[in-house]
């Protein structure tokens, strides 16, 4: 859909006159050419997953044309990173770099600062630098997604995998840099990254690893993509989630191939959560499972048809429980509660070992049913669930978008211990507060040895002011109700960071001058992302951006 | 042994006149009490291993009254810590953490700048906060040891193991901060922490981690142990081998105790080398090899012994090679080049598949031979490497002390890539060098699936100035042609910090810039550690520090 602007544009950046943000431009344009910098002037696109704007948050929760850009750039390479950055140091103007910007239920492409000027990295920095069969690795540029990644190597008949999260759209390093995640043993993507080249907020080009120090001849160190932490602090960890950097290259291990064979399992009861946690404790963390699997609630067996909501419940409000029963029932899942994702990996008779463990592991469970993908019909989710989880990039998990007209997604997703008793006290935080405002419960839980992602999946309709205030409230109150009792998220949209940010206040809000300490010294002029994560540069503290 | 001291004690602190020192003393014992304030003015004793020193580097490579603290203080909880590191910031005065200083081979528990204040954390801050049997985690101070955190899980009976370097005596702590490795699947032991407590050098206290995040009623965080990174950027790298902060509490993560299986495997040829490393690779990398074996030369089944250089060969210098050959073939590995240390895990059944695979791999090398412990005689070294790969600490590698009279250790440890051709040019200068330096070759390779760390262990007689000449001759060349080929090392002892940092000089120097920069504005008074692993604060640069 296409909506006419209402406010002038392009939206500028703050404390910034029209006259001088013109002149940046110009200036802009001359050094990087005209074509590659585009003013954000004409109508707002939501478009879809494939072709997602860089302007604004296609998944918008506010007004659509509050979180937008001014303009967008396209660099070429490392060389004009660095210089867009001095432009940007010298006209105090923020910038915010994105990967690819699908970046959907955390914010897309938009900035945290209304009017700044997005470097959209990938559209033109999108080659994969190096592949090295030998060593198991490869080298990105930004703008390389999981599918290129994926293609190539096929291309190559290399026996690698690559890890993708359930859309294969994203960017493998964007992704990375906040921290995302996958579902074969190489899942923790930022765990799993091996080096980096970043431009600094002050334009200067660092190298993080082995790669600081020259190879012969002025080559690539030949253990950069080898060993992670070299020598000294290990600062990798913080040009992920911050606004320290831009990352321009990434180093990233890949997974020689083994053999693998996914499976479902079911619960009947709602309350059988606290226990299935308990029983995957152990599992996971013995390595029996071997990657992260994920466990989620039965009413996802049906919005993962791509039906739509009104298919099964044509009502307002909240699917009742009682109507997700009965379409259960005639799917191949069953009248159940609860829907266990895994995925076995080496040869077949340690994947039977490992099966006939887990099996009788779950047993204890009374009502559970063990399916393998041969047991359900083509059609069936698992088969998608079992490429993502052999390194096949898919697109299969947009089909939730289906389930309200205009449907936007956020997510809420907090961290507990993998412990039944912790698990349940968030898992009923959410129950009660989607009631509360109404939202059908999407719950999946990526589920490791001693902690789970608990990723709640909020379905709007983007088109309803209305729904977008209840959205944004439930947010609110997941966030601090969760926080009372300990829990915190992992991730969140932009909107929100300032919140989440806020409850990592142990002794006063030690982390956060902590973290202002860093940004002042790294970005003295706070041009890079101001906000991102709840991070502030000292010229823009104290003066209400804060939400 | 004991040795009178030759110049004015205790030494002082740079810039600072014996009345100001001798103030600051007096002020320090009123809060801390005066036990807990000991000057440095008594002759010094290099102890051994057990009862080591914490006053210089038992293991001086320069004269031994060079690396000296003035006084060593013991704080007994987090914020005497504090009030220590405000004490050093009101007189200028740099301090320098140690958790238990058995740092042997790396420069012991000696600060870098002579007269700094040594806080010896270990001595007072030496408790067990938590082991958490569920969640396979503990919590520690810095003064814990291998020994008493294995002591410990045995006392509860839990089936959990540690990890431990080849000498258990070490703080769990302290070797992690220092990015140390061990030997169980749990090896790279910063790896598997979880969640600091970190003095910073201005005093303030940070939690990192979930830690960062209050729980229920101001308790701990329940998933402090359990998820590393938490929200924003991931700052716990950046406190590893620098000098950013103290740490006092450090979560880990413990291995479900499981099944295991060590074994030996000899092979004949000093060039068999390169193809050695080649097979271990996918090995490795298939996660076949379930830990970081060992990969040692033959000279080294003579060291273990515990038998001296003198009990193998009479003559001075190197021992040459046929003689070496001579000794071996009456050992139980026989007359062999190189000697590997595996262990496998899991089930029985999982293992045998394993070590079939294993023997298949490396029987392409002609006239390996591969032996169980059973083979071997109950005082082969074997048995104390089968304890460390299963979690159990131990002592045994002090045998090697005894090689030569006043033995004392100086670690040259580069990182290469796990390859063939690159492992043999690392291997080829070490050889060339430690030829011409005159000192036998102690290489022992830990070898992962992407790099291994090329340990060579350079041992030489303390009381011989000219051997310490040698050793340390021996190292600059060894830094300076590994950094040639593009290879680094992954620590070094203190007085090679700045030489190995050098070569970290990717973009002229950009690396070290950013350190400094980070360096500057978390100490901005330099009292923090000056100079460790080459990170220089303000008021030292430029005035003739760096070595
Ligand atoms: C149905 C559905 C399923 C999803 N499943 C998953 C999943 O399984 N796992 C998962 O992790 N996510 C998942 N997501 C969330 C999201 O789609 C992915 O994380 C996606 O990969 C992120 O977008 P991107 O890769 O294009 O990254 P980008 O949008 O390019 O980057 C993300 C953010 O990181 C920062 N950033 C990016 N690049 C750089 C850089 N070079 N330098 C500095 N900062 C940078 C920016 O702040 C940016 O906003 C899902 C979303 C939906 C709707
Ligand atoms: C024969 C032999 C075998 C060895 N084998 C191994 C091995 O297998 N693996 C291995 O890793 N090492 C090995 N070593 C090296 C060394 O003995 C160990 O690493 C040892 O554990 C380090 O001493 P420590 O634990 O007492 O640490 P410490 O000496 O207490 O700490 C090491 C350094 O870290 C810093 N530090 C310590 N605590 C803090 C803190 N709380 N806050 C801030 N900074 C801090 C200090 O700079 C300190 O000098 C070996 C040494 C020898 C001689």
């Known amino acids: 859909e296409s909506v006419p602007r209402l406010r002038e544009v392009p939206r500028l950046p703050p404390d910034t006159t029209r006259e001088s943000f013109d002149r940046a431009i ?147 390093l964007g992704n990375a840099t906040d921290r995302g995640v996958g579902y074969t043993p190489y899942g923790d993507h930022f765990a799993n990254h091996c080096g980096m080249e970043v431009v600094l907020p002050n334009g200067e080009l660092l190298r993080t690893g082995m790669g600081a120090m020259p190879g012969k001849n002025g080559a690539d160190n030949p253990t950069w993509q080898s060993f992670q932490p070299a020598y000294g602090p290990y600062s990798d960890g913080i040009f992920s989630q911050s606004n320290f950097g831009i990352v321009c290259q990434m180093g990233f291990w890949l997974m020689p191939e083994t053999g693998h064979q996914s499976y479902m399992i079911t619960f009947p009861h709602d309350n059988d959560f606290a226990n299935i946690v308990e029983i995957i404790r152990p599992l996971a963390q013995q390595r029996i499972l071997g990657n992260i699997p994920q466990l989620r609630h039965v009413i996802q067996e049906l919005s993962v048809t791509g039906l739509p909501k009104s298919h099964w419940f044509p009502g307002p409000g909240r699917v009742p429980r009682d109507v997700v029963r009965k379409h259960a029932s005639s799917l191949p899942c069953g009248d159940c509660a609860w829907v266990f994702y895994g995925t076995q990996y080496g040869d077949p008779a340690s994947i039977k070992t490992q099966l006939d463990m887990i099996k009788s592991a779950f047993s204890k469970i009374h009502g559970s049913r063990f399916f393998l993908p041969s047991d359900l019909p083509p059609d069936h989710y698992i088969h998608s669930r079992a490429a993502v989880c052999s390194g096949v990039p898919v697109l299969r998990e947009l089909d939730w978008l289906n389930w309200v007209p205009n449907a936007a997604h956020l997510f809420f997703s907090p961290i507990t211990p993998t412990r039944g008793e912790d698990a349940k006290i968030v898992h009923d935080i959410n129950v009660r507060l989607h009631k509360k405002y109404g939202f059908d419960l999407f719950p999946t839980l990526c589920v490791a040895g001693r902690e789970m992602h608990y990723i709640a999946n909020i379905i709007y309709d983007r088109s309803s002011q209305d729904e977008k205030r209840r959205a944004t409230a439930l947010m609110r109150d997941l966030i601090t109700e969760a926080a009372k009792e300990g829990y915190g998220e992992y991730r969140t949209h932009l909107l929100f960071a300032d919140q989440v940010a806020g409850t990592y206040n142990w002794n006063n809000n030690a982390l956060m001058r902590f973290n202002e300490t860093l940004k002042d010294a790294l970005d003295p002029n706070g041009i890079l992302a101001p906000g991102r994560n709840g991070i502030w540069p000292k010229n823009f503290r104290g003066k209400g951006w804060q939400l």
């Not at 390389?144 to 759209?169: C, H, M, N």
């Open 26 to 172: 110009v200036e802009l344009r001359d050094s990087l050419g005209a074509e590659n910098v585009v003013l954000n002037d004409k109508p707002l696109e939501d478009g879809w997953y494939i072709e997602h704007p860089n302007t604004h948050d296609a998944f918008h929760i506010v007004d659509q044309e509050e979180l937008v850009c001014s303009a967008v750039v396209y660099p070429e390479s490392t060389a004009e990173v660095q210089s867009i950055v001095k432009w940007a140091n010298k006209h105090m103007i923020p910038i915010y770099p994105i990967s690819m910007g699908r970046n959907v239920g955390y914010g897309g492409s938009a900035p945290r600062v209304p009017g700044s000027v997005v470097i959209d990295l990938g559209k033109r920095m999108n080659k994969i630098l190096k592949i090295d069969a030998e060593n198991a690795s490869c080298v990105v540029e930004p703008g390389v997604s999981y599918f290129a990644l994926y293609e190539e190597i096929q291309r190559r008949k290399l026996p690698l995998w690559i890890d993708t999260p359930d859309l294969g759209g994203g960017s493998v």
